[in-house]
């Protein structure tokens, strides 16, 4: 099978949890000698400020990423800074798409992520070729109240023109739940078959939690945590919904401000460029994006912290926190979309009942490594990315084979 994926940016290396879904789906089709092309429309962040400007990159034998780099792709994302959605990447296909061409050509299905690029996909696409809908969230419920001065009713409106267009247009949908899938089925008319492809983990990263390990250790003392500091980590990319967290574990951790040796919070990754550094609590140490010791940061927890009230789709930060064996206090959104069940593999709370839950998992470490240990477990019988790639593959084949 001849496979491309087209994806609004570079992706490779996954970063952000966009990116480790849109990588998650496909790394597994190149093991059954399938070929894999992915068409990056412009650049991302990460790349520029890393200097990186290959236009193609090999991730393995058959799979490769191709990136389409062109001012016109950054300058159209510009409106993304201030929080408005991608509405303009189909346009910016029609003037920019050096190699897309080809790609659509050879390929024998094609995976078009979201819905920014699928209308032009459809457009270009002959009949014998089918489309794959990839959804990461159902984006007129994420884009659904913008809250911007300028131009909301408009953008609204085209969130859902495109994904009506992308829903209904494709030969078929991978989404992330059940509950994304029935949105679809209330509020358009899906123009294929829809399969549910659970956010997860990878394989490699089901690991036990080493709470006595030398990279804990050194996490603690870089951060001059209390020795017998119980640790409560945030994790998480500068993502509006993320802050929104971010900021609720700040006011969590005020509540602690008086045992400041007994509970401290981590907040890991971009997100604490979104913190006021001095407003925050003595107990609440903001990392930034973290490369060295990034296990050792999770080891270095002894509780995981999912405090989401917004967002699409379901959370990639719970299934990572499952695979370190990390015991999980979120809130009932963060764990939308998933076969959790409260006291087994979590502990679900509502914001103000978040103190009350880490006292109790902090003066009971027996409790926090079976929670821990339950969903771990979880994760790697139902969430990897592993099972959702061969499981996309599977139906991919049923559907439009054989090729």
Known sequence: MHLVQVAPYVTYPPRLGGDHRTHGLVKEFPEFDDVVERFCQGGSPAMYKSFDFRREVDIADGYTEYRHLHPLHELLKAPMLLGYPNVFQSQALKIASDGLGRMLDDADVVLA???????????????????????????????????????????????????????????????TSERDADVYREKYDPGGPILVAPNGTYEDDLREHHPDSRGAARVRQRYEIPEEATVCLFMGSDYKPNVEAANAVVDVA???????????????????????????????????????????????????????????????????????????????????????????????AKLDGYPDAIARLADKPPERAELGDAARRLAADEYTWEASSRALREFVVDEFGPF
């Open 254 to 348: 005020r509540e602690f401000d008086d045992e400041s040796e007994r509970v401290h919070f981590l907040v890991m990754g971009s997100v604490g460029n979104a913190l006021d550094d001095s407003g925050l609590p003595e107990n609440v140490t903001v990392t930034g994006y973290v490369e060295d010791d990034f296990e050792a940061h999770f080891d270095a927890a002894d509780i995981a912290l999912n405090p989401m009230q917004s967002g699409g789709g379901t959370n990639i930060k719970l299934i990572d926190y499952f695979a370190r064996s990390l015991p999980v206090i979120s809130t009932p959104f963060g764990v939308r979309g998933t076969r959790v069940t409260d006291g087994d593999h979590v502990l679900v």
């Open 113 to 175: 992520r979201e819905p920014w690029q699928t209308p032009f996909v459809l457009d270009q696409v002959g009949d014998e070729t089918p489309v794959v809908f990839s959804s990461h969230n159902v984006e007129t419920e994420r884009f659904g109240d913008i809250d911007q001065p300028v131009f909301e009713s408009w953008f609204e409106e085209r969130v859902d023109a495109l994904e009506r267009t992308s829903v209904e247009g494709a030969d078929a949908i991978v989404c």
